[in-house]
């Protein structure tokens, strides 16, 4: 069985303003900082593809493909990268925020598919520095299935 095209969307709420915020396609040495977008006053919304593979046998959790998936399959995740990291050599920050993948349910993926929707979160875009949020997003509220 072929893999599952789904759609996400990662807002990011109130990021700090003048910062490079990007979407990273590919991983280790091989990739691309894409959808770059400098922070204002709004949020920011990173809209994209990713695969779902077909459940094996005996497993619970979707696992997921494609250029911007990262990680190993128990702990996939996605990255958003940012200030220098994102391609802004000025920035004072480098840093890459980590959106977990994990805890999205099969369920979830077939009432996505279902719902004609889009996968859905909302994490902050400030740390507790005031600076861009990076690391892995803590706490994470997870996603949802929105309509487009």
């Not at 915020?21 to 040495?29: A, K, M, P, R, Y």
């Not at 480098?94 to 077939?110: F, M, V």
Request: charged fraction near 20%; include cysteine; charge should be positive.
């Amino acid at each position: 069985m072929a893999n599952t095209e789904i759609r996400l969307r990662v807002i990011l709420n109130d990021p700090p303003p003048g910062v490079l915020f990007g979407l990273q396609q590919g991983s280790g040495n091989h990739y691309q900082t894409i959808q770059l977008q400098r922070s204002g006053s709004v949020d920011l919304v990173f809209e994209f593809p990713i695969q779902v593979k077909p459940l094996k046998t005996g497993e619970a959790m979707p696992d997921f493909a494609g250029l911007f998936v990262q990680g190993p399959k128990s702990e996939r995740f996605i990255y958003i990268d940012i200030g220098t990291a994102a391609g802004d050599h000025t920035s004072e920050w480098t840093r890459r925020l980590k959106i977990p993948l994990k805890d999205i349910s099969d369920s979830t993926i077939t009432a996505l598919i279902k719902g004609s929707g889009i996968l859905q979160t909302t994490v902050s875009g400030k740390a507790k520095d005031g600076g861009p949020n990076c690391a892995t997003v803590k706490p994470f509220s997870g996603w949802e299935v929105t309509k487009n």
